[in-house]
């Protein structure tokens, strides 16, 4: 069984094209989420999947988020490579350890969460 949305505090915000655009209320779930969301999809015959995660602060305007958090976020998910998870500073800022062995609550994920420049 795998992590919920409110096991993370998540939404999906919208849907781009094949690429879904998520907000979570803290940067671990956000990671937490991502490593199990990179590992899901190769069971359901799903491309590999890559994601950039960023922290700060956004803003909420007729139903979408804006702000330099989420640009940053999207310029990070397009260096990345196929199952990739891939974080900016401000996600280890936040609290999350740079460099650090993730793995889920049910022991199941052991993924390198990679820190970028942002």
């Known amino acids: 069984m795998g992590l919920t949305e409110e096991d993370l505090a ?3 915000v919208k849907m781009l094209g ?3 655009h998520f907000i979570f ?3 671990s779930s956000a990671v937490l989420g991502s490593l199990e969301f990179v590992h899901s999809v190769e069971p359901r015959g ?3 999947a890559h994601i950039g995660i960023n922290a700060g602060p956004i803003t909420y305007t007729d139903g979408d988020y804006y702000g330099l958090a989420v640009i940053i976020a999207a310029r990070i998910a397009s ?3 196929p199952g990739d998870v891939l974080v900016g500073e401000s996600v280890v800022q936040a609290g999350y350890p740079k460099g650090r062995s993730v793995r889920g609550d ?3 994920l052991n993924s390198r969460v990679s820190v970028v420049p942002s």
């Open 18 to 20: 094949d690429g879904v």
């Open 46 to 48: 799903l491309p590999p």
């Open 10 to 12: 998540t939404r999906a």
């Open 79 to 81: 260096t990345a490579g």
């Open 106 to 108: 049910r022991g199941r």
């Open 25 to 27: 209320d803290e940067a």
